[in-house]
Every structure is written in C-alpha cells, then in structure tokens.
C-alpha cells in the first residue's frame, strides 16, 4: 500500500466524483480508478459504489476514512515536525536540579523555558550533584543545575556559572530567643556561634560547598563540631528546626520558610556559593543549546 493511493483514495471520498477527484490531483481519471481498484484488491473490500450517475462510499469505506485520514494528514505533518525538533521547538530535555535550586535558580529557568517553548516535554528530576555528575556523563539526563564542583567535574562536562550568593546562618529560633547567638543589628557576631553543632553536607555530595563551609571555619582559627550530615537541604533545615544544630546555607534558602528556624546574615566578609548549569560537550540536542542560551541570560540579582 502506497501513500499515493491513500491520497486518491480521499480525494474520491471528498468530490465522490472520479472526474473532479482525478482533476483535483492532476491526473488523468483512469489511472486514478485503476489505482482505487488495486487499492480494493489489496484490501479485499469495496471502497465505493459506482454507477453511471454517482458514486458512493459502501460502510466499509466509511469506516475506513475515519482511519485514513488522520493517518495521511499526519504523515503530512512529518516535515513541520522534523521542523521543530531541528531548531529545538519541540522534543525532550532532560534536567536534574539540586534542592537548593528550588528556591533560586529552578522556579525561573523552567518559567521562561516553558514560555518560549511550550511544545517541549520537559523532565526535572531532583539530584544531589554527584549524582548528576554520573548521570550527565553516561548520557541519562541532558542538563543539570548543581552546586559548583569545578574541582571534580569530568572532563566531558561543560559548565557555566549561574548564580553566585553568600552563605548565611540557618539556626534554631530557640537559640536567638535565649541569647545564645550575639545578633546584632540583624547578623550574627564575631566566631561565638561557630562553637556550636554544625548541619552540613557530606563532601561526596557537594565537595566545593562542603570545602567552602570548612575553609572558612578554619580561615578564622576554628576546627566545625559537625553533629549530623545530609543530603537535602529540606532535611537540613528540618534537623535545624530540631535544635540539632545550625547549618550554613545559601542566602535564596530564606525562601524555605520552616517553623522554629531563623535565618541570619554573618557580619564581615562571608564565603559565596556558586550554582551553575552543567552539560555534556558532544551533547548537540537542539532543546539542549536553548536551555543553555536561556539560563545564560537569566538575572542573577531576580
């Protein structure tokens, strides 16, 4: 079965007319019934009935329409649609995230994304950043927003900074309402509060963010009392809000409201973590290329 014949076969079924059916596709009539015949044996039924003064669809040929139809038309929208994943209007793009992303970066990105192109089927997947190390390389997401790991990030990796914050204080409510943090004015005061229990991420999890929290105890002469460590920022909020301890965390967090836990600005000069877009080099997808180019023009200070 030829797509030719699908087509005489419609152009009959709309006029009901060889003649103007046969002018309609620039042929001649006969060939055109040869070719409804031909079509008629291949399918083993009568597609129309014919007389000298009309001709007709017999039920079989009714019902087949329904089907005919959509199937020809779509195989004239194949062209459009080769279109349209070509230049990245449509298709899929994968993209992991980190927790932290949620509440800066993420919400924006996927807003403007899905506005420029709606047609695009858009995964998230939530991922810690070594984990969306492996998964960028082995090719089983396409992009990923994660805390910068410049230091370890595979060569076949791209990166690009997005996003650079400081870090605050997440700390139990509990322990600003009984004077054991010195607040002034707002921020939290000279390296008292670095005696306390510490809430971190583990450094196979986020080495660079890991790195940075240490680096600036030690910068300041103190060795971290880490109590607990884990690998969602929600949980570490969640075992702040216990009194387990206090975390340091990226300024957009404050955007995590939770019960019990305040979030407090450092005074002095304090570390900057860095959010970036990460993707593999050979990874040429048309809806990848504007992922990149949309999350380059996003304004870090929004």
Not at 76 to 86: I, Q
Not at 192 to 217: E, K, Q, S, T
Not at 218 to 244: K, Y
């Amino acid at each position: 079965m030829e797509l030719r014949q699908l087509r005489h076969f419609l152009a009959v079924a709309d006029t009901l007319h060889f003649g103007r059916a046969a002018e309609q596709l620039g042929m001649t009539q006969p060939p055109l019934s040869q070719s409804i015949i031909s079509l008629e044996k291949m399918l083993g039924a009568a597609l129309f009935l014919r007389s000298k003064r009309s001709v007709a669809l017999t039920t079989f040929g009714r019902q087949w329409l329904d089907h005919v139809r959509p199937a020809v038309e779509g195989v004239a929208a194949l062209t459009d649609v080769a279109l349209r994943l070509r230049t990245g209007m449509a298709g899929r793009l994968s993209l992991a995230f980190v927790s932290t992303a949620d509440y800066s970066l993420l919400p924006r990105l996927v807003e403007r994304y899905s506005a420029a192109f709606p047609e695009v089927e858009l995964e998230l997947v939530e991922a810690t950043s070594d984990i969306q190390l492996g998964a960028l390389s082995e090719g089983r997401i396409n992009a990923g927003i994660l805390i910068s790991t410049r230091s370890s990030l595979p060569p076949v990796l791209d990166y690009r900074p997005l996003l650079k914050e400081p870090v605050v204080a997440a700390v139990p409510e509990a322990w600003v309402e009984d004077g054991r943090l010195d607040v002034v004015d707002g921020h939290l005061q000279g390296d008292g509060w670095m005696a306390h229990p510490l809430i971190i991420f583990p450094a196979r999890v986020a080495p660079d963010f890991h790195d940075l929290v240490l680096g600036f105890y030690r910068a300041r002469g103190h060795q971290p009392f880490i109590r607990q460590e884990a690998i969602q920022m929600q949980t570490i909020i969640s075992l702040v809000s216990a009194g387990l301890g206090m975390a340091l965390v990226p300024a957009s967090l404050r955007n995590l409201a939770r019960t019990g836990v305040r979030y407090i600005p450092i005074a002095g000069e304090t570390p900057e973590l860095e959010t970036g877009l990460a993707w593999r080099r050979t990874d040429n997808l048309p809806t990848l290329s504007a992922m990149i180019e949309i999350a380059s023009t996003l304004d870090p200070e929004a």
